[in-house]
């Protein structure tokens, strides 16, 4: 008994200390809510809201992604009163959000006497409306496009099902979130799409953390589609069954599973990995975990490289391997580890035997010089080259006629001319010495 009296009061207790907006909620209600997108433009938030005890002195806005964790808090400014209408226009051609954004969002208010409302989280899709868009979706893909009719329609939607076959096949991962893909007519339709200042030659893009992959694909471009869909489709999936908070997935591998899954593979890729294979150019695995070089030949030698990596695992240690690699990587283990737990291998290792497969390195002596020495004046004296970066085994005659041809000519002919030029005053000068020259009176 005594037990349960002492409860009751801490219960009385712990009430009476409550904050008062816990107490009184019920006093502020929102009479109505509405969100206006208007893509690419701005999201229009309005809200009216009312107190039936303290004016209300303050209210917040806060909105984000649905596939965030997090929401961007706004502070808006409000005249006290019982009764309030307000608005906030979210300009998104500064905070860019990609059309077929899901948005969630939520209002905050408070009275003068310290009660506060929040009302429930509510979603609304940030969608493309300057085009009339049909629609297909099936397991969890969603695709829009406005031309070219129902038959555009299912070939879109026919590859997109045929990569997540493939895709589960080979990674043992399906989508569990919706996919939006947003096919645009022409590459001018789909640039009015993206974020200002977005490079010119791009033919898509993706956005992994928000579901969302939009593309300039033209009706009847089969190409196109099955180099675009596959490969987008693929970063979706990967991210989605990796997804956690410490880790991400190395960029070669992600990158080498979306080329692979191309249907339309690239040309003249096979040729440049091999090419950079006898050249020594071939760039190391471990260099490709976090980011692909700037120089475009060096990023597109990177993407080949990755596609012929995956393709080697795929064709050495199977689909059981690459699942358990994804699996690894979900959990945010370490490269190096879920390569030595899954296959008994390191990323140097594994990299080392890939190359194996390959042509075999043809070393040749360079014809430019290595590093020179700047001379104390660059009109006063020539660049010293280290003796050891000399060829091997030429004279200085053969070397300059290896490295400089015409050089060579152009000396060739003078000495012979002079050579020439002594021949005849010696020949002059040995005929007057034996009176062949005298002149008689």
């Keep these: 008994m005594h037990l349960l009296l002492r409860i009751l009061c801490l ?3 712990l009430v009476s200390a409550a904050p008062a907006y816990a107490r009184a909620t019920e006093t502020i209600r929102v009479e109505a809510s509405t969100v206006t997108p208007a893509f690419p433009t701005s999201i ?8 039936s005890a303290a004016p209300l002195v303050a209210a917040q806005l806060l909105y984000g992604p649905a596939q965030s964790n997090g929401l961007t808090l706004v502070e808006l400014p409000v005249t006290p009163g019982q009764r309030v209408t307000l608005q906030h226009r979210l300009d998104t051609e500064v905070y860019y959000f990609p059309p077929g954004t899901e948005m969630n969002y939520r209002w905050v208010f408070r009275d003068a006497d310290g009660n506060e409302m929040t009302t429930p989280l509510e979603t609304f899709l940030y969608h493309d409306e300057r085009f009339p868009w049909a629609e297909r979706s099936e397991r969890n893909v969603i695709v829009y ?5 129902a038959a555009f329609g299912e070939e879109l939607i026919t590859v997109a099902t045929q990569t997540l076959d493939q895709l589960e096949q080979e990674i043992g991962a399906q989508l569990d979130q919706p996919v939006r893909i947003y096919v645009y007519a022409s590459n001018r339709d789909m640039r009015s799409a993206l974020q200002r200042n977005s490079v010119e030659w791009v033919g898509g893009a993706a956005w992994t953390g928000l579901g969302v992959i939009i593309g300039g ?4 471009d089969t190409a196109e589609i099955e180099r675009i869909i596959p490969h987008e489709l693929s970063h979706q999936v990967l991210a989605q069954a990796t997804r956690n908070p410490y880790g991400g997935v190395p960029v070669w591998f992600d990158e080498g599973l979306a080329v692979h899954n191309q249907i339309q593979r ?3 890729w096979d040729e440049l990995v091999e090419e950079a294979a006898i050249e020594g150019r071939l760039i190391p695995l471990s260099s490709l975990a976090a980011s692909f070089p700037a120089d475009p030949a060096q990023a597109t030698l990177s993407y080949a490289q990755s596609r012929d990596m995956v393709e080697y695992m795929l064709d050495v240690y199977g689909p059981e391997a690459m699942r358990a690699l994804v699996a690894a990587f979900a959990t945010a283990t370490p490269i190096d580890e879920a390569l030595t737990k899954v296959i008994g291998m390191t990323v140097d290792e594994v990299d080392a035997a890939w190359r194996t497969t390959l042509p075999a390195q043809v070393r040749e002596v360079p014809m430019v010089p290595g590093p020179q020495t700047a001379p104390p ?5 020539a660049a010293s080259v280290p003796q050891a970066n000399q060829p091997a085994g030429l004279s200085w005659l053969e070397q300059i006629q290896q490295q400089a041809p ?3 000519l152009v000396g060739l002919a003078f000495l012979v001319i002079v050579g020439l030029t002594i021949t005849g005053f010696v020949v002059v000068i040995v005929l007057r010495l034996a009176g062949v020259d005298k002149r008689t009176s």
């Excluded at 496009?145 to 009719?149: L, S």
């Excluded at 004046?377 to 004296?381: A, C, E, H, L």
């Design 11 to 13: 219960s009385i207790l």
């Design 44 to 51: 229009s938030f309005e809200v009216t809201a009312e107190s």
């Design 145 to 149: 496009w406005y031309e070219g009719g």
């Design 217 to 220: 694909i033209m009706p009847g």
């Design 266 to 268: 690239d040309l003249g």
């Design 377 to 381: 004046s660059r009109f006063d004296q």
């Design 406 to 408: 015409w050089a060579f």
